[in-house]
C-alpha cells in the first residue's frame, strides 16, 4: 500500500471542510426557522395578528374619512374567523358616531398562502345601528366621508372568493332625519338573509330574506308607528324574482309579487294587491283636507326606467276627496305614463256623487283622461241616473 500523495489528502480534507461548513450552516437556517415559528407563534398568542389586523381596519377607515372605535378585535387562522365587537364609527370630526354595532363575525378559509386568496363563508352583524341626518340646510351627517378610489388592480377582486358566502344581519336598526323637508322616522329590528342556492345550469341564486317591525315615519310632528315589512327574492346577477313583499301600517298593507329583470337597464313586471286607509294618510299629509274613505288597488305594474303602465282596478268608498264623495266607485283601465305625462283609458263608475250641494247617482264615465302631472283633460261619455 502506498501513502496517499499529499494533493489527494488536501482535496479530501478541503472537500470535508466543505460539508461541514454547509450543514453548520444549513443547521443555523433551520435555528433561525424554528426561533422565526417560535416568534410567530408567540407573535399571534400575544394577539399580534389581532393588533396588526386592528391597524390595517383602521388605515382603510382613515383613507375614507372614518375615524373607528373597535372594543376588541380576535383573528384566528384555523378556524377563520375574524372578530370585531363593540365596534363605532365616526364621519370625519364627528363626536356622534352614524354607524355602531355590538359584533361583526366574518369567517373565512384560507385557499392559498402563496396566491394571498381567502373565501369568505359567512358574515354575521349583530344589533347594527346606522343614523343619517339632514339639516335646514340639506346638509348630512355623513357629508365628510370620502368614497373609496374605485381604481384596483385586476388582481385584488379575485383574492377574495365571496359569491357562496351567507350574509346575516339581525337587530338592526336605521334612523333617519331630514329638517328640511320635516321628515323623520326610524326603521327597527331590522332583519337581513342573504345565502346562495342551487340554480339552473351555472347560474348563481342568492335568497334575500328582508324584514323589519315596530317602525315608525313622522311627518311635520305627525306620527305614523307600527310599521313592518317582508321580503323574500331569489336574487341573480341579471335581476330578481320576487316571490313576497308585504307593507303593512296604519294607513294600510300592501302585497307584491313578481320580477325584475337587468339591473343596468332595469324592466319590472309586478303584480300589486293594495289597501289603503284615506282617513290615515289625510292625517298625517294634511289633517285639514278632511279625507275620508278606503281605497283598494289591484292589479299589474309593469315598467322600463321612467316608463310605468298600470292594468287592473282600483275602487273605493265613502271617498271624500277636494270637497268630492264618492260612493261605491271603481277605476277600471289601463294608465301609461313617462314621468309626469299620463295617459289613462277605462271607465270609472260609482253608485253616487256628493259635492257642492249636487247629488247624483249612477255616474258612470267612459273614455280617457291625459294630463302632466295637473289637472286631466278628460275626452269621453259621461252619463248619470238622477240628481238630487
Known amino acids: 500500500m502506498g ?72 383573528i384566528t387562522l384555523r378556524p377563520g374567523r375574524a372578530e370585531f365587537e363593540r365596534i363605532a364609527l365616526y364621519p370625519g370630526e364627528d363626536t356622534e358616531p352614524f354607524v355602531t354595532a355590538d359584533r361583526l363575525t366574518v369567517d373565512f378559509t384560507i385557499t392559498s398562502l402563496y396566491a394571498q386568496t381567502v373565501e369568505l363563508k359567512s358574515v354575521e352583524l349583530v344589533n347594527p345601528v346606522v343614523t343619517v341626518r339632514f339639516d335646514d340646510q340639506g346638509h348630512s351627517n355623513v357629508d365628510s366621508i370620502r368614497l373609496p378610489d374605485r381604481k384596483k ?47 339552473e345550469g351555472d347560474t348563481l341564486v342568492r335568497r334575500l330574506v328582508l324584514g323589519f317591525s315596530d317602525s315608525k315615519l313622522v311627518y311635520d310632528q305627525r306620527e305614523i308607528a307600527g310599521i313592518s315589512a317582508e321580503l323574500g327574492a331569489d336574487v341573480t346577477r341579471q335581476g330578481a324574482t320576487i316571490d313576497k313583499l308585504t307593507l ?10 313578481g320580477t325584475v329583470a337587468e339591473w343596468k337597464d332595469p324592466h319590472y313586471q309586478l303584480k300589486v294587491n293594495s289597501t289603503v286607509a284615506i282617513d290615515q294618510i289625510g292625517a298625517v299629509a294634511d289633517p285639514s283636507a278632511g279625507l275620508t274613505g278606503t281605497a283598494m288597488l289591484d292589479g299589474t305594474v309593469t315598467g322600463h326606467g321612467s316608463e310605468y303602465a298600470f292594468n287592473g282596478n282600483l275602487s273605493g268608498d265613502n271617498v271624500l276627496v277636494a270637497g268630492v264623495r264618492l260612493a261605491h266607485a271603481s277605476a277600471t283601465g289601463k294608465l301609461q305614463g313617462d314621468r309626469l305625462d299620463y295617459a289613462w283609458q277605462g271607465a270609472l263608475i260609482a253608485s253616487r256623487l256628493t259635492m257642492s250641494g249636487y247629488d247624483v247617482s249612477n255616474v258612470r264615465y267612459e273614455g280617457s283622461a291625459t294630463g302632466n302631472g295637473g289637472v286631466p283633460q278628460l275626452d269621453g261619455t259621461l252619463s248619470v241616473g238622477s240628481f238630487g
Do not use: F
Open 153 to 199: 388592480p385586476e388582481s385584488a377582486s379575485d383574492q377574495v372568493a365571496w359569491q357562496a358566502a351567507t350574509l346575516t344581519v339581525s337587530g338592526g336598526q336605521i334612523n333617519y332625519g331630514d329638517a328640511r323637508h320635516k321628515l323623520d322616522g326610524s326603521v327597527r329590528n331590522l332583519r337581513i338573509g342573504l345565502e346562495a342556492k342551487s340554480g
Open 3 to 74: 501513502t496517499p500523495a499529499p494533493d489527494s489528502s488536501r482535496r479530501a480534507g478541503a472537500k470535508g471542510s466543505v460539508r461541514k461548513r454547509i450543514l453548520i450552516t444549513l443547521g443555523a437556517l433551520a435555528t433561525l426557522v424554528v426561533i422565526a415559528c417560535i416568534g410567530l407563534l408567540i407573535w399571534y398568542q400575544t394577539g399580534g395578528l389581532n393588533r396588526k389586523a386592528e391597524a390595517l381596519v383602521r388605515e382603510q377607515l382613515a383613507a375614507m374619512n372614518i375615524r373607528a372605535d373597535l372594543g376588541q378585535v380576535v
Open 248 to 257: 303593512e301600517s296604519p294607513i294600510g298593507t300592501t302585497s307584491i309579487t
